[in-house]
């Protein structure tokens, strides 16, 4: 697995073979680091395979899913229309699609470091106890069985006892009642739309339904570049 950086550095030497570059100045030739964690947010790639502290890590199907956007953006595709194509995507198909030589696609061999591993105390089998017997002839006693006790003297009842005072019921609780449980958090998937734009959707969206999105969602575009609400410089 590669840190952020590793990953990214990776894509650049990728890109250095076979890339015409962006099509127009609106289009990183690159994507930073700000971009990859868009492209994770709306589904265009990945989220991290694994953290380690607090640094994520990403894998080979990572440095395909990138490069492959970078390769479909300098054909002056739109990021829509990138992750109608992508969606569900295998290997095998990004792997076509963004061309990364062999020996980019190798791990370091760092790896995750793996947790130790602890014992599990309460799983371990216990000690077998010994027996009565041979606890008493080990301390040097006898082992033939005790002479009978005396049968115990009677004593007297116990005098009676009052019984207990009255206690007062406990006061009423005072001040504000608490307040209502939160209802239950769910997740949320985005659809990346032109200008920076993101929907924000509680189902799964397949490629056809993404495609459709973007295209329904033209008029209010339309309506949010008129009032000056998107930012048509970040296209990446």
Known sequence: MW???ELLDRVSAALAAEYSGAPNGRVRDVPDKRA???YATTGL??????MRGRSALYERRHLL???AVKRLQSEGRTLADIQAE???ATDTTLAAIARVPSHLLESDG???PAEEVRPRFW???AAPRPAAADMVTAAGMSTAPPAAAAPPVPTAPPAATAPPAATAPPAAPTGTPPAPPHPPAFALNGV???GGAVLLIPGTPTAADRAEIAAAARPLLDLLAARGLLDERDQS
Do not use: E, I, K
Not at 45 to 50: F, L, T
């Open 3 to 5: 840190t952020l950086d």
């Open 36 to 38: 990859v964690r868009w």
């Open 45 to 50: 790639v990945d989220r991290p395979s694994a």
């Open 65 to 67: 899913q990138l490069v």
């Open 86 to 88: 992508l969606a569900g």
């Open 110 to 112: 760092a790896g995750v």
């Open 123 to 125: 799983a371990a089998p």
């Open 192 to 194: 990346a739309l032109p």
